[in-house]
Antibody
Framework: QVTLKESGPGILQPSQTLSLTCTFS??????????VGWIRQPSGKGLEWLAN???????YYNPSLKNRLTISKDTSNNQAFLKITNVDTADTATYYC??????????????WGQGTLVTVSS | DTVLTQSPALAVSPGERVTISCRAS??????MHWYQQKPGQQPTLLIY???NLESGVPARFSGSGSGTDFTLTIDPVEADDTATYYC????????FGAGTKLELK
């Protein structure tokens, strides 16, 4: 059974760095073809893809946010991480991590965590 | 970015057939996927690669299309289908449609 759970600071101030953790079970990020993605959703709005990391440590970022994002993983502890630097109120959102099924072009977000709400406020 | 355009909202009666459309700004072949999101919950996968039903999803849901025009069909609609439905492409950097809110009359 695949499960994912996000954790984060809850609230942080503008200009700080947001650190998010995705703890998962039911698969390994060291297995060929496996990947985890991060997606966010401001309250009442749509979904925005942020970044993917693959089993071979290949990383892909949303170009509009690329200079602020860092994705990483700890395969021994079944965790993936996302850091967003220099946050502002526009980064207030629920952040999801998701297991990716497929590899290369034909991939999709098959399993999602419950999400963690992050509020940026002074 | 590949922009995905969805109609914002639909209202149907239980038992009816509903089609939710998604149009891509460029061809994405069949690299289109559909998700359902109920209020206060995370999205869940319904359809992958345009027409493949995810395991455990009722057969009332189906997907079709290729290139730039895609459709999610629910037939028949049930009260539990009240949700927002998102399309997402993986032809290039993933993008999502703005979502179609389905309401039951």
């Amino acid at each position: 059974q695949v499960t994912l759970k996000e954790s984060g600071p809850g609230i942080l101030q503008p200009s700080q760095t947001l650190s998010l953790t995705c703890t998962f079970s039911g698969f390994s990020l060291s297995t060929y073809g496996m990947g985890v993605g991060w997606i966010r959703q401001p309250s009442g709005k749509g979904l925005e893809w942020l970044a993917n990391i693959w089993w071979d440590d290949d990383k892909y970022y949303n170009p509009s946010l690329k200079n602020r994002l860092t994705i990483s993983k700890d395969t021994s502890n079944n965790q993936a991480f996302l850091k967003i630097t220099n946050v502002d109120t526009a980064d207030t959102a629920t952040y999801y991590c998701a297991r990716i099924m497929g590899y290369g072009g034909p991939y999709w977000f098959a399993y999602w965590g419950q999400g963690t709400l992050v509020t940026v406020s002074s | 970015d590949t922009v995905l355009t969805q109609s914002p909202a639909l209202a149907v009666s239980p038992g009816e057939r509903v089609t939710i459309s998604c149009r891509a700004s460029e061809s994405v072949s069949t690299l289109m996927h559909w998700y359902q999101q109920k209020p206060g919950q995370q999205p869940t996968l319904l359809i992958y690669l345009a027409s493949n039903l995810e395991s455990g999803v009722p057969a009332r849901f189906s997907g079709s299309g290729s290139g730039t025009d895609f459709t999610l069909t629910i037939d028949p609609v049930e009260a539990d289908d009240t949700a927002t439905y998102y399309c997402q492409q993986s032809w290039n950097d993933p993008t999502f449609g703005a979502g179609t809110k389905l309401e039951l009359k």
